[in-house]
């Protein structure tokens, strides 16, 4: 059943200077990191530690919007949905981020330590579990599985530009629905492996979805400014617009009010019961310059973006949309940074050069590996059978 | 009906797009008191009638922010300033703990009063005089069709050039809408006196019910269950011990961790003169030494001492505190009474520790004094 | 593939039905005299609640020491059934405030139903703190009100957190609800014929007259009532895991109780109305408006929440194993293996075996084995606050007052009294009121909307 659509695009290419730009960032990032790994390889870690958790959300975040698309059947994102298969090839630059770090994993993970384990009952425990060669091995097939995924979704979704298959949508929908429980599992393992076992002592059952809740919002981020910034240069579709934007908003919203439940959640239930094996995780953080860091974080990732979201008319204002999704991109990175480096850094806060250069070496990252996919398809699913009532979409 | 009561002229349509353009015409002609009825909200309208933006978001936001000030302000005040308890180990005012009730508050306060603002103030419901309602065209919008009413009222009201402007539309039929002669006339009559009595009767079936509940029913089984508890109370006899007294008296030689043995058992004039009250006359010690008075001392006593107290003629009558001779008893004497009693006053010195008894001897003496006061305390 | 074309929306309505029939369809079962079916089932459900009453009134007289609590089991049906069905009125909440949020239309023909049932369920649940504390007559000191004594609530206790949860879940409900019945009064006011109904359908419909001025601000606040009722929805099953897991008790305390909660909710409440929903548009007629397409989705959300609820087992167990803490271990391998195990492994395979049959479409489209599987989630939902509770408290820290925690009929009779009040609520709300709301479903039909330009 072939349709043809009705729709008119004509393929723009993404502009040389962007790339130009991405490779300003990314050589000064990749400067200074590798003299970073030269002069102090375990902060230097740390940081890529970071920067790979971010990354790997802004990923995994886009293909879980993929996923959610098909499978609730929503209308309005599917011009959009080119934007988040083009930022969800970031994963592509997780084994790059991931190798150095497991050439220095015995300055980042301490349970890597074989014989400080063997001093340390809980850990000994535990080492059935963490151990270099098993982290490793899962970290691989985890990578496999979502680049599985990834090339799945691309896959059928630039076949349809061609063939115009229904049957590609069907497709891509079991896809979806088997998608989501590995989806789960993995950014689970990945969020225990990578976050949570840097204080191997430290347990909190909920992590997994605090992890997810700051990864879907840092990958709504990047789709929010990337879409919106797009369709306003006009490498879009005409007829999309504030109504389209104003799903982008409230997701937004509602991802910046889940993940503030959350992570209150998590505090408030170690906070009230006090325990010491949990609670210490919190005073790390919550103790010398950490803790104005701390605060800063419910400003950051809650406060600010709530307010600046509250409004009804706010949701569909691109303006305001493309600073503030930027805003929660940048929140996550504190987020993670929150996350980690206290583990590096246990009585004050650390902020440098390294830092610098390992932000903008993701920056970089994104921006170039943003530049080659946009270029490699076309920015609108043309094929897709929903286009034509994507753009008809009314509030 | 006749015409001069006649509220507007409608028109009804069949098909929502047919209703548009005419809504559109009449808004640019200027008409004030016109509306649309539906049996749902249709898109378009409201930009086509150029309705306002609605302000119930603000309203919401002004409840929520009430709600939340409240909250935190009852929390606030009764968990650290009225009733402060120590919980579990955290501070007084434990903000995270509170966060639960500050967020129910909150959503309650601006759901529930921007409902009723919509409802009562915006709306100005109930309202079931409206002319519009229970007429031809109030079922047939609510059931299929889509009616548009311009009212008599409007400035601009011509009846003919409304009816020929409705027509260009051609819609599936015009109707008049009229008042009834009784909408126009009633009026609720407070001063009934069937709504009297019906007042009446309420108030005293509400008393009734009061009473009965506040003085029978919380007698009754279960209810009284805090009067009836499996427990010995104060002076009641217990089948559980040989001497069957329900109260416990310590075995002999037994002292009370913190306290002292007391040397001076049947001694009472050694007492007097070897016992020193080390207590300071201070504020603080006086009143300890005044509320342990009224406890203990007073139902015989009295509450100035002056052996007045209502079990006057029912003993042999307590003494006055006030006598030459205990004025003149040094203050280890009676020490001496408080720990060993004397005649019928039986002996305190289980009910009170050391120093509360020599508070209370601090108290005998400022009572003392204020009776017998000299000269120089008047200055 | 298959016939599915996503070029097109689906239709909400199936049947080609005009605004019309949907009048008559939905206002049908209220204006014919019920069949003996109704009168059979009105006859069952309140014989259960007459038990529940007859056991509560024997409980209040002599007291909670005829329900099979002791040391160290003190919190045993009076919690599972408090949870249970404030769980079920989560669906309720999730389909009318925040599909309407995700603009799923297909929620129409089920909102109405689903919010009432909210509505009830969260009446019976409300029941349970209030008999569990003894001596209900006293409950008015659990609100924060100025008394006599000097004394204020604790605020810092989850147990008062309920109290507020509850009645504002109640109230704000109640209100959306009311809020959406304004339309359909007002309709079914103009239409019905006798007198006593006209007078009563006045008053509850305010005297609403359809004006699109009203409808304006009628939308609005619906939207603002939805993003209301779905953080407080999160909340109010958030707190009630907090009863739980503010506590030290391993098992009870584990940071992921709050979603888990919440997951488990929904799971169960979809269950709860898709069970309910099979039979009323059955005897009802009422195919065409609550369609197998509304059945299918339904059935696809449980299959999503009870994977969360699986992923919520898992991760327990994990992070059991992880902690590295005896205790922890030790709580979730009796959960499994332990005095309770049968309740655990029908908790599971209930919660998490059964409902992986929804990945087959066949299976989400016919009747039988849907309703069946609806009701399995039930009793796996049921069994899970039951696992919570009794078996992690009958094992505490104190191996000496282990204990094995045997319900009474007091306890039984209370339970099925509880369903008996809910089902009876239901049975009643069907006849008296329309089970699908009229206006939002016209609103979704083919031609109810003006073509946009």
Known sequence: MIENTTVLYQKKEIPIRILHLGFVFLAIGVIGSIIGFVVEPARTSFNFVVLIAWCASIGTGSLFFIGIEYLSGAVWSVPFRRVAEVNSAVIFTLPLLIVPVLLNIHSVFHWSHAEEVLKDEILKGKSSYLNPSFFVLRIILIIALWFLFKSLFTKHSRKQDFTFEQSLTKKNTIVSAVFMPVFAVTLTIFAIDWLMSLEPHWYSTIFGVYYFAGTFLAALGLFTFASIKLNESGYLLEGLGQDHYYSMGALLFAFTNFWAYIAFSQFMLIWYANLPEETFWYITRGTGTWMYFSLGIIFVKFVVPYIALLPQPAKMDPKRLKFISLWILFAHYYDLFWIVMPTYSKDYFVFGWIEISSILLGIGLIIVNFYYFANKTNLIPIGDPKLKRAIEFHL | MDDKNLFGVACLFKDPNKLLPLVKKIRELGFKNWDVHSAYPLHGIPKAMRLKWSPLGYIALIFGLSGASFGLFLTWWTMSVDYPLIIGGKPWFSFPAFVPVLFELTVLLASVGTAIVMLFVIFKLPNNRHPLNDTEYMKKVSSEYYGLVVESKDPNFDYDRIVSIFKEYEPSEILDINYQELELKYQPKVFDWKFILFLVIISAATSAFAYFYNNKVLYLPPFDFMLNQFKLKPQESSTLFSDNFGMRIPVAGTVARGEKFYPFKGKPEEAGTKLVNTLEPSEENLKLGQQKYNTFCSPCHGWRGEGDSRLNGQFPNPPSLHTEKLRNWPDGRIYHVIVEGQNIMPSYARLLSEKERWAIVLYIRALQRSLNAKQEDLQ | ?453
């Open chain 3, 1 to 453: 593939m298959n016939q599915i074309d996503y070029s097109v929306e689906p239709d909400v309505v199936q049947g080609s039905l005009s605004q019309r029939d949907i009048n008559e369809a939905i206002s049908k079962p209220l204006e014919t005299k019920p069949t003996k079916l109704y009168y059979l089932a009105l006859g069952i459900s309140s014989t259960l609640l007459l038990i529940g009453a007859i056991s509560l009134a024997l409980t209040l007289y002599y007291g909670v020491g005829l329900w099979g609590i002791n040391q160290p089991v003190g919190w045993a049906f009076d919690i599972v059934n408090f949870v249970f069905w404030v769980g079920i009125g989560h669906a309720g909440t999730l389909i009318s405030a925040i599909l309407f949020l995700f603009r799923q239309r297909w929620r129409t023909g089920i909102a109405r139903f689903a919010e009432a049932m909210t509505i009830f369920a969260v009446m019976t649940a409300g029941l349970f703190p209030l008999i569990h504390t003894g001596r209900p007559w006293l409950d008015g000191y659990l609100f924060p009100v100025p008394n006599q004594h000097h004394l204020w609530i604790n605020f810092t206790s989850p147990l008062i957190w309920d109290v507020f949860a509850v009645s504002t879940y109640l109230t704000v409900s109640f209100v959306f609800w009311y809020i959406g019945l304004i339309p359909d009064l007002a309709t079914l006011r103009e239409r019905t014929n006798s007198k006593v109904k006209k007078i009563i359908y006045s008053i509850l419909s305010l005297g609403w007259r359809h004006s699109n001025r009203h409808w304006h601000h009628y939308e609005m606040i619906y939207l603002i009532l939805a993003g209301f009722a779905t953080p407080l929805v999160l909340s109010v099953h958030t707190i009630v895991s907090f009863d739980f897991a503010v506590s030290i008790l391993p098992g009870w305390h584990t940071t992921i109780f709050p979603p888990y909660f919440v997951a488990g909710a929904v799971f169960s409440g979809f269950a709860m109305v898709q069970n309910v929903l099979i039979v009323i548009r059955k005897i009802f007629n009422l195919q065409n408006i609550i369609t197998l397409d509304t059945l299918e989705k339904m059935n696809k959300v449980m299959l999503a929440t009870g994977l969360m609820v699986g992923y919520a087992y898992g991760m327990e167990f994990f992070i059991a194993w992880y902690s590295g803490n005896p205790l922890e271990s030790f709580v979730f391998l009796n959960r499994a293996f332990g005095n309770y195990a049968w309740a655990y492994w029908i908790m599971v395979s209930c919660n998490v075996i059964f409902t992986q049959l929804f990945w087959f479409k066949k299976i989400r489209r016919s009747i039988v084995p849907m309703f069946i599987i609806g009701v399995l989630v039930n009793i796996g939902m049921w069994f899970e606050r039951f696992v919570i509770v009794v078996t992690t408290l009958s094992r505490d820290f104190l191996p000496t007052s282990w204990d094995y925690f045997v319900p009474t009929i007091y306890d039984i009779g209370i339970l099925l009294g509880s369903f008996g009040l809910f089902f009876t609520l239901v049975i009643l709300f069907i006849r008296t009121l329309p089970v699908v709301s009229i206006t939002e479903v016209k609103s979704v039909l083919k031609t109810s909307q003006p073509v946009h330009h």
